[in-house]
C-alpha cells in the first residue's frame, strides 16, 4: 500500500461528508488485484472487498474503497491475479466421517487418490505406516477404496495386505461405506475366520474354492467391526474434530454439513465445540432413529442457531438407497433386475409409508427444516405424499424442506418440488462416477436426466450439489466440473441438456446452499454485511475453459475474516 495514512484521512473525510475522521470505517483487510466473484446478481464483479470485524464492509471498485477504507492498521492483500469468491458451503455430507479420516490413508481412485490398482494402494498404506511410525500391533486405516475403477475389477485381498503388514492389521474402507477389506492380523482382531458364517444380509468374500476369507467384508457382516473400531478419547475429540474441519477448510468450505447425526455424536460434537474445537461451522441433523433422544437432550428452542459453532439444523430421514447398489426405490424396474439378480426389480422404500407421514408431520409441527434422502421416483412419490400430508392446509409455506440427492426426480415432481418449497440438493458427481453404470441399471432416457439441475433452475427451484463426503471426496471444483460437463468416467456425456453455466453451478455451493441453510442473510455471496467468509482459488471458474474447472485449486480459505487455511 503506497498511499500515506494522512491522505486517506481526508479522502475519508471528503467521503462522508464531514469534518472528522471516521476511524470506525478503516477496514481490517481489503482484497484487491484479482478477479473476485461476488455470486450477487445485483453487482456481479468487483476489483476490491473491504472486510472489517469478520463481515464484509464494502465491495466495489479499487480506488473507492481503497480511499474510503484504508486507515493505517489496514491491510491491503494482494490477489496477485487469483480469484475470490465467497467461501463454500456443504450443502449434504457425513461431517462426523472426517473425525477419523483424518487419520486414515485416503485411497480414493483417481483423480482424488492413488487407488488405481493394488500397488497404489499398496504403497500409499506404506507411506503413511512409515511418516507416522505407526508401532505394530496398532491398527492402520484407510477410506475411498472403490475395485470398480482398479484394472478389470480386481479388488484388493487379505493377501495383498499380508505381504507388508504382517505386524499391523490393516481395514481398507470401501468407498461405499459399508465395508471395508481386512488383512489377517485385523481379521484375527475382529473374529472373521473360515469358521465365521456369514450373516444374512452380509458378506464375507471366501478364496476360490474354500471357506477361508479373502478379504473384502460388507454390510451385516461388517457392522460389528465398525461398532468396536477406535474411539477418540475425550482429548482426541477436540483434536480429531480439528482435523476432520481443516479437510473441508482445504476444500474452500466454511460450512460443513452433518448429514445423518446419531444421539452419541452430536454429544460428542457438543463436547467438542464447546472445548474449542471449531474452525469452521458445522450443521447437524439429527438422524430419525436417534431424534426423540436428541429432542430430550437439546429443547426445540437450541435449535437452528449456533453454539461454539456448531448448530442442529433439523432433523433426516431416509427413505431408499443408493440407484448404483439398486437399492434406490422406483416406480419401474430396474433393467438389470436386483442386486441379487431378482427379477422386476424396483428397490424397496427403507421406511413404512405411514411412518414416514408421521415423522415429517411430527418434525413439521415443531417447525424444524428436514432433510429427506430419496433417491427413486417411487421415494420422491413418497415425499410428496407425506408432504401433502404433514403440511395440508399450508403446502407452499417455506419449511426449509430438502430432498437430499433427488437423483431420478421427474419433471412433474420437480413441478411438485416448486409447489411446495421444497429443495432438491443434487449429486451431478454420479455423472462421472456412475454415468455409465445408471444408463445400463435405468435406461439412457432416465440416466440423462439424473439430478437434473437445470430443469430445476428452469422450473425457478433454487437447488443445491454436494459430494456426500466420504462417499466422494471433498472437490468443491469437482463439484462444479460434474454440474457444468456431466462427463461419465467412461467419456460418455450424461444429459447434455442438464448442464448448467459454471455461475449456476457456484451458487449452488454458495448463495443456494446458504438458503437451504437459512442463512442467506449472513452467508453466500459478497454483500456488505455478510460475514466475510472468502475463499482464494488459482483460477477463475467462470472464465476457464468449462473442462479446466476441476484443476483450479484453492489456495486459501478465510472465516469470519480469518485465514483458516492455506494452501502449502
Ligand atoms: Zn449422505
Redesign the pocket.
Known amino acids: 500500500m503506497t498511499l500515506k495514512p494522512i491522505l486517506i484521512l481526508a479522502v475519508v473525510a471528503l467521503a462522508t461528508g464531514c469534518g472528522a475522521s471516521k476511524p470506525e470505517l478503516a477496514a481490517d483487510t481489503i482484497y484487491t488485484g484479482g478477479d473476485i466473484v461476488t455470486v450477487d446478481d445485483a453487482h456481479p464483479s468487483a476489483e476490491a472487498i473491504a472486510v472489517k470485524d469478520g463481515k464484509i464492509l464494502a465491495v466495489g471498485g479499487r480506488s473507492s474503497i481503497e480511499s474510503a477504507y484504508v486507515g493505517s492498521r489496514t491491510t491491503v492483500v494482494d490477489l496477485g491475479g487469483k480469484t475470490l469468491l465467497p467461501a463454500f458451503l456443504d450443502p ?3 461431517y462426523f466421517s472426517s473425525l477419523t479420516v483424518a487419520n486414515q490413508v485416503n485411497v480414493y481412485a483417481p483423480p482424488a487418490g492413488p487407488g488405481k490398482d493394488i500397488a497404489g494402494i499398496v504403497a500409499a498404506l506404506k507411506q503413511f505406516r512409515d511418516e507416522r511410525r505407526i508401532p505394530k500391533g496398532v491398527l492402520i486405516q484407510a477410506y475411498g477404496y472403490d475395485e470398480n475403477a482398479m484394472p478389470n475389477g480386481v479388488g484388493l485381498s487379505r493377501d495383498d495386505l499380508d505381504l507388508d503388514f504382517a505386524g499391523n492389521p490393516v481395514m481398507v474402507g470401501h468407498v461405499s461405506m459399508h465395508g471395508a477389506v481386512l488383512n489377517s492380523a485385523a481379521m484375527k482382531r475382529y473374529g472373521i475366520s473360515a469358521e465365521t458364517k456369514t450373516p444374512p444380509g452380509g458378506v464375507i468374500l471366501r478364496k476360490p474354492g474354500s471357506n477361508e476369507p479373502a478379504g473384502l467384508v460388507m454390510e451385516t457382516a461388517y457392522l460389528p467391526i465398525f461398532a468396536s473400531l477406535p474411539k477418540p478419547n475425550a482429548e482426541q475429540e477436540a483434536e480429531w474434530s480439528r482435523a476432520g474441519q481443516m479437510l473441508y477448510a482445504a476444500a474452500g468450505i466454511t460450512t460443513a454439513h452433518e ?2 447425526t446419531h444421539a452419541a455424536e452430536l454429544a460428542l460434537m457438543q463436547r467438542a465445540a464447546a472445548a474449542g474445537a471449531h474452525v469452521i461451522d458445522v450443521v447437524a441433523y439429527p438422524f430419525f432413529t436417534d431424534f426423540d433422544a436428541v429432542l430430550e437432550k437439546n429443547p426445540r428452542s437450541t435449535w437452528g442457531r449456533y453454539v461454539n459453532g456448531l448448530k442442529i439444523g433439523g432433523a433426516k430421514i431416509t427413505l431408499d438407497g443408493s440407484p448404483q447398489g439398486k437399492t434406490a426405490y422406483f416406480t419401474t424396474s430396474y433393467l438389470t433386475g436386483g442386486p441379487g439378480g431378482e427379477a422386476n426389480w424396483r428397490g424397496e422404500p427403507g421406511f413404512p409409508e405411514d411412518e414416514a407421514k408421521a415423522f415429517v408431520k411430527k418434525v413439521y409441527d415443531l417447525g424444524l427444516p428436514l432433510n429427506i ?1 430419496a433417491n427413486g421416483d417411487a421415494a420422491i412419490d413418497m415425499v410428496l405424499r407425506a408432504h401433502e400430508f404433514a403440511a395440508a392446509g399450508d403446502l407452499a409455506k417455506q419449511r426449509h424442506v430438502t430432498v ?2 433427488s437423483q431420478f426426480v421427474r419433471p412433474d415432481q420437480l413441478d411438485k418440488y416448486a409447489a411446495y418449497s421444497i429443495t432438491p440438493s443434487f449429486y451431478t458427481e454420479h455423472t462421472y462416477y456412475f454415468g455409465d453404470t445408471h444408463i445400463l441399471n435405468r435406461g439412457r432416457e432416465q440416466a440423462d436426466f439424473i439430478s437434473p439441475m437445470r430443469a430445476a433452475i428452469d422450473k425457478g427451484l433454487r437447488p443445491t450439489n ?1 459430494t ?1 463426503f466420504v ?1 466422494a471426496p471433498l472437490d468443491q471444483m469437482f463439484v462444479i466440473w460434474t454440474a457444468v460437463n456431466r462427463i461419465s468416467r467412461g467419456g460418455m456425456v450424461i444429459g447434455a441438456d442438464q448442464r448448467v453455466t459454471p455461475l449456476e453451478a457456484l451458487k449452488a455451493i454458495t448463495l443456494n446452499a446458504a438458503y437451504q441453510y437459512g442463512e442467506e442473510e449472513s452467508k453466500g455471496s459478497l454483500e456488505p454485511g455478510k460475514l466475510a467468509n472468502l475463499v482464494i482459488l488459482d483460477g477463475n471458474p467462470l472464465k476457464v475453459d468449462p473442462m479446466a474447472i476441476k484443476d483450479i485449486r484453492v489456495v486459501e480459505t478465510i472465516k469470519d475474516g480469518r485465514t483458516i487455511y492455506q494452501a502449502k
Open positions: 449434504h455430507s457425513h448429514g445423518a434422502h437430499i440427492h454436494h456426500d462417499v
